[in-house]
Each structure stands twice: as C-alpha cells, then as structure tokens.
Nanobody
C-alpha cells in the first residue's frame, strides 16, 4: 500500500492560482499512475487529471483543460497539480490517488489521500 498526503489547498479569489502537492510513501511510487480527483458538496467524486507512471502521458477533464497541469517527480515521490485561472466551480475537496491504471473512461485506485479543501471565491 502507498500512503498519500496532500497539501496546498486554501482560499483563493477567482482568476487566481494554487498548487497542490501530494507526497507518497510506502510502496514504490513509480509503480503507479497518479491522479487528482475532486468532490464538491452533494456531488460525486470525479477525476480532474492523471499522469502515467513514466510521466510521459497525461489526462485532463474537459472542465480543467488549459488551466490545470499535473506533474510528477518519481525521484521525490511527489505529484503536483498546478491550478490557474481558478473559477468558483472549482471549489471542492481535492484528493490525490495512486492508480493501478486509468483510461479516458475508467480507473482503478490503489489508495487515496485524505483530501485538501480548495475554495474559490467570486
């Protein structure tokens, strides 16, 4: 099992930026694809972005394309999500996840972080 701890959430005005980070420990980080998910109150958890274990391919939800960037550092066992041009509808709890795999339509998670709150004010 890989343990994940997110950081970097907070309150920001619309149009601003935040950078989320996720530190992994335990199993070999580079054995996993990694993803960022979010869950707004009363809504399902949805995928925001994902990155292959090699770092050579990424996936973004349509709602964040062109605004968010996922990256990873296998040497440091970290994955990050740079969020620019934030909108009030980006407000949610953001979760980091280690993934056995992901496709455009499905994924299988190995473990989840505890989540970090992102609030975007209008």
């Amino acid at each position: 099992q890989v343990q994940l701890v997110e950081s970097g959430g907070g309150l920001v005005q619309a149009g601003g930026s935040l950078r989320l980070s996720c530190a992994a420990s335990g199993r070999t980080f580079s054995n996993y694809d990694m993803g960022w998910f979010r869950q707004a109150p009363g809504k399902e958890r949805t995928i925001v972005a994902a990155i292959r274990r090699s770092g050579d391919s990424t996936f973004y939800a349509n709602s964040v394309k062109g605004r968010f960037t996922i990256s990873r550092d296998n040497a440091k066992s970290t994955v990050s999500l740079q969020m620019n041009s934030l909108k009030p509808e980006d407000t949610a709890v953001y979760y980091c996840a280690a993934l056995h795999y992901y496709t455009d339509y499905s994924y299988r998670a190995a473990s989840w972080g505890q989540g970090t709150q992102v609030t975007v004010s209008s």
